[in-house]
């Protein structure tokens, strides 16, 4: 198993920029593919960005692409979402997922809030 939680939300302006980690631990980092996941009030969770085990391949929803950067460190057992140009309508709460099988998430940390006001 492995034990995740994120951290770097916070309220930020339009335009703003913003650095998500997620921590991990437990059963070793690398064996994991990982991903964000965000959810706004009233609406359902939606993906956000994924990483493969040796960040080797990533992958991003329309909405987020050329604006947000997913990376992990593997030796530090952390990943990360940088998260630029934010919008109002990028403000959610953020989650990151640990999964052994690329697109199947068996782990979630708690979720960092993001406020993005306009």
């Known amino acids: 198993q492995v034990q995740l939680v994120e951290s770097g939300g916070g309220l930020v302006q339009a335009g703003d920029s913003l650095r998500l980690s997620c921590a991990a631990s437990?059963?070793?980092?690398?064996?994991?593919?990982m991903a964000w996941f965000r959810q706004a009030p009233g609406k359902e969770r939606e993906f956000v960005a994924r990483?493969?085990?040796?960040?080797?391949?990533?992958l991003y929803a329309s909405s987020v692409k050329g604006r947000f950067t997913i990376s992990r460190d593997n030796a530090k057992n952390t990943l990360f979402l940088q998260m630029n140009s934010l919008k109002s309508e990028d403000s959610a709460v953020y989650y990151c997922a640990a999964g052994v099988v690329l697109n199947k998430y068996d782990y979630w940390g708690q979720g960092t809030q993001v406020t993005v006001s306009s």
């Open positions: 990483i493969t085990w040796s960040g080797g391949s990533t």
């Open positions: 437990g059963r070793t980092f690398s064996t994991y593919a």
